[in-house]
């Protein structure tokens, strides 16, 4: 039942509401957007008044959540099958999920933060090598180890019940533990929607904000004319580019722009690190690491209930609302790029690396930058940053050596870090309305492109973009909650499996292996290195009948089961009702023969010397990594009664 509902690839409900949902908040900020910003703008300052300190908490148990999950027992376990492998090497992996998650916000705050903190520090006296301290201090703090959770938290939620449970990679897969199979009905519409609606509204509202920072650079560079117009016309452009890199796909396009960007990344953090102070910036960087590691149980609670100020209103709430309002897309993204990584690999990645990379960004331009206008009086770096965030970079520049090249590169750079923006946003949101299937329909993808650009653009002429940033950031509060309950539920789920592992590692009475004497067969064909050919005639006989014997036995007991599958890939499902079920299957897999000589009449149907074939138990949490070729029947069903020995102690232990 629950198939036949993903048979179609795109879900109707999902895709018009949101399409209906967008058109009418667009509109309304067209139409009004006084009113529109007026009505977000006092949304928001009621929910900082009144709800900063779930805010905090939220953010907080989140970060402590996903580094106990990610260091404890259960970081052994995979997203995805017990045999998959990641499908992405580890640079790659990177890039993509650096790229998406972080690569825009770096380019306009990494001068224009720290600057703005230390001209205007929370606690600190302002122009003071306090300041200094406390500005890298906080820049640290929003953009470090709790912005990635945050991130991690809904990929790590979405990743496992997607890969490891086979539920659709959709927002809705995040509910399941709490609601079951209703995630198929309108309470799964409505959270994907809500997804949506949140995605598209974000990348158009930073697309829109980022258009200017184009437009600057370009300003520098060609003396190009700042105005709505020409910011358009480049909005105009990163689309088209973006739809080129949705319509090639993600090993293509989204993969290529994101190791390009990284490439870019590097090279330009190298050109400041070379061209400014090098050891001073080096030595801030392993200070600055250690007053935010150090800091960061004071700053993480930290709600200035006895020194009241706008300061965290303004700053960390804002960055935390933000930081969730982006956790669908983002989160999403990233789960669909890390299938096959251990929970432990993945929050290294997803979270370590990352902030690691982030941080030093912040040190290398933000120190910089504050060292140009503290040491060395070039006031006019932060007039400009107080003036016009956008340009602050370009600025920053003028003063290394190069300058002309370093902004090209920045400015390319920015371009396209909003062209993988768009294209990844694009996929994510037609993941959302198809079921979280990913070989739809070119057109669903492109669609979703071209709203991102026509929402920025109509929002960007009319004066409304304000009012949907503003929105956005409001819509983290029942985010947050959604978010707590499904980590709630990831815990469950994955103690769950932890009673799943121990039951497979239980000992069973040792059963005889072999009665009919046929171990002599089975040596000879381990030796012989099958062929396609001979593994799919044991798996259509040998295999078949060991599988209907024990059907057949348990149809006596009143148990249900029934077998799938052909000589490819053949299964024993076992049915338990509410519970979880059995499932003992076989697979013909293929591998690259062993050094040893094999026996040539019997070597693969292509006449291959270097590949043979294995026949794989796989159960419902994937490949085990061995082979029962050659085994007899009887063999065979004592390997089967043995797993459902198992299963069924696993059973008393989660009850």
Same mark, same amino acid.
């Given at each position: ?11 109707? #409900? ?10 009418? !908040? ?20 009621? &929910? ?37 492998? #990641? ?21 306009? %705050? ?50 496992? %019940? ?6 659709? !990679?959709?927002? @809705? ?16 519409? =409505? ?22 920072? &184009? ?6 560079? %060609? ?26 796909? !993600? ?87 890390? @299938? ?13 690396? $990352? ?25 006019? !770096? ?11 970079? %370009? ?18 750079? =920015? ?29 669903? @993808?492109?669609?979703? *492109? ?37 980590? =709630?539920?990831?815990?469950? *789920? ?15 009475? #040792? ?39 024990? @059907? ?25 009702? #509410? ?20 026996? $040539? ?34 063999? =065979? ?19």
């Amino acid at each position: 039942m629950v198939l036949s509902k993903l048979d179609q690839a795109l879900n109707r #409900p999902v895709f018009y509401l949101s399409s209906l949902s967008i058109s009418i !908040l667009v509109l309304f900020a067209l139409i009004s957007p006084d009113t529109a910003d007026v009505f977000f703008t006092d949304l928001q300052s009621t &929910i900082i008044a009144n709800g900063s300190w779930f805010y905090v908490l939220s953010v907080a148990t989140i970060l402590i959540s996903v580094l106990y999950l990610g260091f404890s027992k259960y970081g052994e376990i995979k997203l995805g099958p017990d045999h998959c492998t #990641p499908e992405f090497s580890l640079p790659t992996w990177l890039s993509m999920l650096f790229a998406a998650g972080m690569g825009i916000g770096l380019m306009f %705050f990494g001068v224009a933060e720290p600057v703005m903190h230390f001209l205007s520090p929370p606690t600190a006296t302002q122009g003071t090598t306090d300041a200094v301290r406390e500005a890298m201090t906080m820049t640290f703090f929003h953009w470090g180890l709790h912005a990635w959770a945050i991130y991690a938290v809904v990929a790590l939620v979405l990743a496992y %019940f997607s890969f490891r449970l086979n539920l659709p !990679l959709t927002l @809705r897969s995040a509910l399941y533990p709490l609601i079951g199979d209703r995630i198929y009905g309108w309470a799964g519409h =409505v959270v994907d929607i809500f997804a949506v609606v949140s995605t598209i509204f974000g990348i158009a509202t930073s697309l829109g904000l980022g258009a200017a920072q &184009i437009n600057s650079g370009l300003n520098y560079l %060609f003396e190009l004319d700042e105005s709505v117009t020409t910011q358009i016309y480049l909005m105009v452009g990163i689309i088209a580019i973006a739809i080129v890199s949705v319509a090639t796909g !993600l090993d293509k396009g989204i993969r290529r722009l994101s190791e390009l960007n990284m490439i870019l990344a590097i090279a330009l953090l190298l050109f400041i690190l070379i061209l400014g102070p090098t050891v001073f910036l080096l030595t801030a960087y392993v200070q600055n690491t250690g007053a935010y590691l150090s800091d960061l149980v004071r700053n993480t609670f930290n709600l200035f209930a006895y020194d009241k100020t706008d300061w965290i209103g303004g700053w960390t709430i804002f960055y935390w609302g933000w930081w969730l309002a982006w956790a669908p897309f983002v989160g999403l993204f990233i789960a669909r790029i890390s @299938r096959g990584r251990t929970i432990r690999e993945f929050v290294t990645g997803v979270m370590v690396i $990352p902030t690691a990379f982030t941080l030093f960004w912040m040190t290398v331009f933000g120190n910089s930058a504050i060292d140009l206008i503290y040491t060395q009086g070039i006031d006019d !770096l932060g007039s400009m940053v107080s003036n016009n965030a956008p340009v602050a970079l %370009f600025v920053f520049l003028e003063n290394f050596p190069f300058q002309q090249f370093l902004s090209f590169i920045a400015t390319l750079m =920015v371009v396209v870090f909003f062209v993988t923006s768009c294209d990844s946003g694009a996929m994510v949101v037609d993941m959302l309305c198809s079921h979280g299937r990913n070989d739809t329909p070119v057109w669903q @993808r492109i669609y979703w *492109a071209i709203s991102i650009g026509l929402v920025s653009a109509i929002l960007l002429t009319a004066g409304g973009l304000n009012a949907l940033q503003t929105m956005t950031i409001a819509s983290a509060l029942p985010f947050a909650v959604i978010l707590l309950l499904a980590l =709630v539920g990831l815990i469950k *789920a994955l103690r769950v499996e932890a009673h799943k592992k121990a039951s497979l590692a239980m000992n069973s009475h #040792p059963q005889p292996s072999d009665t009919d004497g046929g171990w002599k067969q089975r040596l000879s064909t381990i030796i012989q290195c099958p062929n396609e050919a001979t593994a799919n005639k044991f798996v259509d006989g040998i295999v078949r009948s060991a599988m209907e014997n024990v @059907r057949a036995e348990l149809a006596l007991n009143q148990v249900e089961s029934e077998i799938s599958g052909d000589v490819n890939k053949l299964t024993l499902h076992v049915d338990h009702g #509410p519970e979880h079920s059995f499932v003992y299957g076989v697979k013909c897999a293929k591998h690259q023969q062993p050094l040893f000589t094999c026996e $040539p009449a019997i070597l693969t149907v292509d006449n291959s010397d270097e590949d043979y074939y294995r026949v794989e138990v796989h159960l419902a949490e994937g490949g085990q990594d061995y082979d029962i070729m050659g085994w007899s029947k009887q063999a =065979v069903i004592n390997d089967m009664i043995d797993h459902y020995q198992k299963h069924l102690h696993f059973l008393h232990l989660v009850r």
